[in-house]
């Protein structure tokens, strides 16, 4: 049996001893040798672990009094001998640096906590979050370490507002000041600002930085966006207001913000913005189409004059997936709120009042500014719209104050609505769609374009039935074997028409084992000419002219077509002829062509086949318009080829990838993203690598700006 005795005890003497009296004081000895007490009932053994347990006891005591000791020295790598050390942080909103004395165990929440008690300000902070200036990282993970964030005594960082002030141009070319959260990413905060401007869809939406003009100078292109920004406008807060509240936004029952009937939006700016900050200000520079004042407002834009220069713009969209601060975007930086997808979601005018012309202002602004090519036919009647658009939208203004709605039954609204958007309009032959598919014959003309050729059209008798065209020499060989079958599945089609020179071209780009395969066909009337596009179209998704959407399609080839023919009548175009700014209307390129008056008859004559058109219609019509463009829809970059050394131009459209040439802006070669077997990127090389069916080996590009490609803008590497 072992017996342990308190190292405080005293024990009795033995018949063989004396007995001796010990007085015993409690104090820190630093060596067993001097306790003057005497274990003779205990084992050696145990009188050595409690002599050891004394002396650590002693040391440790011993160690704590040395550190207090040299509290506040310094070592030579900058920490103290304590083991903390000096965090440097900037307050933004105080302008003032402070220091803390922390560890690396202490916590994001507990150096935010320790630097408000000591700033003793008596301030909202719960906006505020570290910023570190050096790794451009937002420290947002407040349980995590300063160790684990990698954080030592040479870092600084920033106790900032996350919501920050961003000057914000609409499509429109109207600025406003915004607060949006530097801290989110770009997509969720375009999500932010969509929902306060009631935009649906705010996926077809991105940021983008604005583009410098090259030839002016750097004053002086800081004064011009001085005068041309509106500073005094409307501050918008995401989230502020009770507009998230509001029943309307975003619901399947939300109030129509357009007049069922001629498609004017309702005069109750409540029914948009409710009690948003925004019905503070002028709700019309969203909804209402607001017309150019003066010519000098075009000539300030900036315009790309080539290929190469478009492809720069398109390097200033800024990346999904990284936030502002991380993106050197500063506060009340002026960035451009664009749609970046060209394609779109569908286009109800019930709920979209402000989508529709926010994207009819970007066709409008791209066809001005000359980012986009356009016949001079297409021209006028893109000037003729706007022309009717900038008149109904004054006259809506007016008129809506003072008319009440118009009675319209919600049932028979809502049923012919539904029909709209799931067979496309209405059918009057259902039945004949499902029993029999339609076919098309005819005499078109073929031509096939390769290098250095003098060879012409070629006509042929030439059947199109289901989804394949077959060309024969003559129509009584029709029955026999075809000189030439194009199947039209996953084709591209464009068109080029000139209603002046009566050409009435589809160009196709039929996909091969070794590439594209391009194919022009030339119609001789515009009948011949929808029918085939319509069809061409249809077959290039996998339908067939069976589907009840081929009948619209061709209405709506007729009527664009329509919009484009010249008919003059004097007696409507002379009282009328003042109204009319055609510099706030044409591109320069046809003010340099023609004179003031010239260009103004046409526009007028122009105008009198969309004279009869509601302002929603005109609106939708623009947008299709500026759809049906041979270039809509590609979207150019700079990227570099493997083993090459020169920056290349690319075009990356919703379906293909187009290696182009940069000077006259012809495919190259064509990629197909259905015939892609699998795609990679290494974000810290810059390279993405495509893999397709058909090529032996992978076409790499090196892409400096791989986040803002079309394809891939929201992509998150793991």
Not at 426 to 433: A, E, I, P, R, Y
């Amino acid at each position: 049996m072992c017996v342990i005795v308190p190292i405080t005890a005293r024990t009795q003497p033995t018949h063989s001893q004396p007995a001796q009296t010990h007085t015993h004081t409690h104090s820190n000895t630093s060596s067993c040798e001097a306790l003057p007490l005497h274990f003779p009932a205990l084992p050696h053994g145990l009188q050595w672990l409690l002599c050891q347990t004394q002396r650590r006891r002693s040391e440790r005591e011993r160690g704590y009094k040395f550190l207090m000791a040299l509290d506040g020295i310094r070592m030579p790598d900058g920490c103290y001998a304590d083991g903390t050390w000096e965090l440097k942080m900037h307050v933004t909103d105080l302008n003032r640096d402070v220091s803390l004395r922390v560890t690396g165990e202490i916590h994001i929440g507990g150096v935010m906590l320790k630097l408000v008690e000591k700033l003793d300000v008596k301030k909202d902070w719960s906006d505020h979050a570290l910023w570190w200036e050096k790794k451009k990282t937002w420290l947002l993970k407040t349980h995590w370490t300063l160790d684990k964030y990698g954080i030592q005594a040479d870092a600084r960082l920033l106790f900032t507002p996350q919501q920050k002030l961003l000057r914000l141009q609409l499509p429109n070319m109207k600025h406003m000041r915004v607060k949006v959260n530097f801290s989110d990413r770009v997509f969720k905060a375009v999500s932010d600002i969509c929902k306060t401007f009631n935009i649906r869809h705010p996926e077809e939406l991105s940021l983008l930085c604005k583009p410098r003009d090259p030839k002016k100078k750097k004053k002086k292109l800081e004064e011009a966006e001085e005068e041309a920004l509106e500073l005094e406008g409307p501050l918008l807060t995401p989230g502020s207001g009770s507009i998230y509240s509001s029943p309307g936004l975003y619901s399947k029952t939300m109030t129509p913000t357009y007049d069922s009937r001629d498609g004017s939006p309702l005069s109750p700016t409540t029914a948009w913005f409710g009690d948003s900050p925004l019905s503070e200000g002028n709700p019309s520079i969203l909804a209402v189409s607001q017309p150019i004042t003066s010519p000098d407002i075009l000539v300030k834009m900036y315009k790309p004059q080539s290929l190469l220069d478009k492809a720069k713009i398109n390097q200033g969209w800024l990346d999904s997936s990284r936030s502002l601060m991380e993106q050197d975007v500063k506060e009340n930086e002026v960035l451009l709120l664009r749609f970046k997808y060209h394609s779109f979601f569908d286009l109800n005018p019930k709920y979209d009042a402000i989508r529709v012309n926010q994207l009819y202002e970007q066709a409008k602004w791209a066809i001005l500014l000359e980012e986009i090519e356009c016949t001079e036919e297409e021209m006028m009647m893109f000037a003729a719209l706007q022309y009717h658009i900038n008149k109904l939208s004054i006259m809506s203004s007016d008129n809506h104050m003072n008319n009440s709605e118009k009675e319209v039954d919600e049932v028979d609204a809502a049923l012919s609505d539904l029909e709209i958007t799931l067979e496309g309009g209405k059918t009057s032959n259902t039945l004949g769609d499902i029993t029999s598919i339609p076919e098309l014959a005819d005499y078109v003309k073929v031509f096939k374009p390769k290098k250095l050729t003098l060879k012409g059209y070629k006509q042929y008798w030439c059947t199109f039935k289901d989804i394949t065209i077959s060309c024969y020499k003559s129509r009584e060989e029709a029955h026999g074997t075809p000189a030439h079958q194009m199947n039209l599945r996953g084709c591209e089609v464009t068109p080029d028409v000139n209603i002046s020179a009566q050409k009435f071209n589809i160009k196709l780009l039929i996909p091969v084992a070794d590439g594209m395969n391009e194919i022009w066909l030339r119609c001789d009337a515009e009948k011949q000419y929808a029918q085939w596009m319509a069809a061409c179209r249809l077959a290039s998704k996998g339908k067939t002219m069976a589907d009840s959407s081929y009948n619209l399609e061709v209405q709506n080839i007729l009527s664009f077509l329509k919009m484009q023919h010249m008919n003059p009548d004097p007696q409507i175009i002379e009282p009328i002829t003042t109204d009319i700014n055609p510099e706030c209307l044409v591109s320069p390129r046809y003010l340099k062509k023609y004179k003031n008056k010239q260009i103004s008859a046409r526009i007028l004559e122009a105008h009198q086949n969309v004279a009869q058109m509601s302002l929603i219609e005109a609106k939708m019509r623009f947008i299709q318009a500026w759809q049906s463009l041979p270039e809509f829809g590609i979207t150019h970059f700079l990227a570099k080829f493997q083993g090459g050394k020169k920056d290349e131009l690319i075009g990356i459209t919703y379906n293909r990838l187009i290696r182009m040439d940069a000077s006259t802006g012809d495919a190259i070669k064509t990629w197909r993203f259905s015939n892609m077997k699998q795609w990679n990127v290494n974000w810290e090389i810059k390279m993405v690598r495509c893999f397709f069916f058909y090529v032996e080996t992978a076409d790499e590009l090196n892409e400096t700006q791989i986040h803002s490609l079309p394809a891939g803008g929201a992509y998150e590497p793991q």
